[in-house]
Nanobody
Framework: QVQVVESGGGLVQAGGSLRLSCAAS????????MGWYRQGSGKQRELVAT???????NYADSVKGRFTISRDSAKNTVYLQMYSLKPEDTAVYYC???????????WGQGTQVTVSS
């Protein structure tokens, strides 16, 4: 079994910054990819950013240039540095872990990010 735990959410004013962290632990041989998704109130869950074991990143258009995803493979940890936050970034942010190929296998409980205008 794999456990995924996020931290770092909170309340910030528009234009501010936050850094989210996510650590995976448990029965892990290797991780193919880790990522961040978010779900705003009344909205579907959407991709924010992902990073592969090789360091290749992918971002949603809405966060490009403002968010940066990074990874510490030795610690099975992924980070999401968020700058220039906007009220529309308000959501529950979920960390996801993929051990092989296909869909993400494990998800965290989520951390709330609230951006006030």
């Amino acid at each position: 079994q794999v456990q995924v735990v996020e931290s770092g959410g909170g309340l910030v004013q528009a234009g501010g910054s936050l850094r989210l962290s996510c650590a995976a632990s448990g029965s892990i041989f290797s991780i193919n990819s880790m990522g961040w998704y978010r779900q705003g109130s009344g909205k579907q869950r959407e991709l924010v950013a992902t990073i592969t074991s090789g360091g290749r990143t992918n971002y949603a258009d809405s966060v490009k240039g403002r968010f940066t995803i990074s990874r510490d493979s030795a610690k099975n940890t992924v980070y999401l540095q968020m700058y220039s936050l906007k009220p529309e970034d308000t959501a529950v942010y979920y960390c996801a872990v993929r051990l092989g190929i296909g869909s993400y296998d494990y998800w965290g409980q989520g951390t709330q990010v609230t951006v006030s205008s």
